[in-house]
Nanobody, 127 residues
Framework: QVQLVESGGGLVQAGGSLRLSCAAS????????MGWFRQAPGKEREFVAA????????YYADSVKGRFTISRDNAKNTVYLQMNSLKPEDTAVYYC????????????????????WGQGTQVTVSS
């Protein structure tokens, strides 16, 4: 079992940057594919970015490609989301998630294939 705790959210002006962190408990962090999702007010939760177990493969939603970077440090049991050139439409609660799915894809983009979720961290981008 994995417990996930996000941090790093806050209020930032459009064009600014934030770095989210997600700390995981347990000694098997490297066995999980990780992802970031977000949920804006009145909208469904959506995929943002995903990373493979080793960190060698990543995948991004079109809306954040070129602006956001997902990374992980397995020695620190932590996954990160560096967010640059933020826009007001990036305002949402951001969640990290861990997947132990047996499917052989390097990254997981399907929400239902994630087993563990953090509590979320609020990101607000002002115009």
């Amino acid at each position: 079992q994995v417990q996930l705790v996000e941090s790093g959210g806050g209020l930032v002006q459009a064009g600014g940057s934030l770095r989210l962190s997600c700390a995981a408990s347990g000694r098997t962090f490297g066995n999980y594919r990780m992802g970031w999702f977000r949920q804006a007010p009145g909208k469904e939760r959506e995929f943002v970015a995903a990373i493979s177990r080793s960190g060698g493969s990543t995948y991004y939603a079109d809306s954040v490609k070129g602006r956001f970077t997902i990374s992980r440090d397995n020695a620190k049991n932590t996954v990160y989301l560096q967010m640059n050139s933020l826009k007001p439409e990036d305002t949402a609660v951001y969640y990290c998630a861990a997947s132990s799915t047996p499917y052989q894809s390097k990254v997981v983009v399907t929400e239902s294939l994630y087993d563990y979720w953090g509590q979320g961290t609020q990101v607000t981008v002002s115009s």
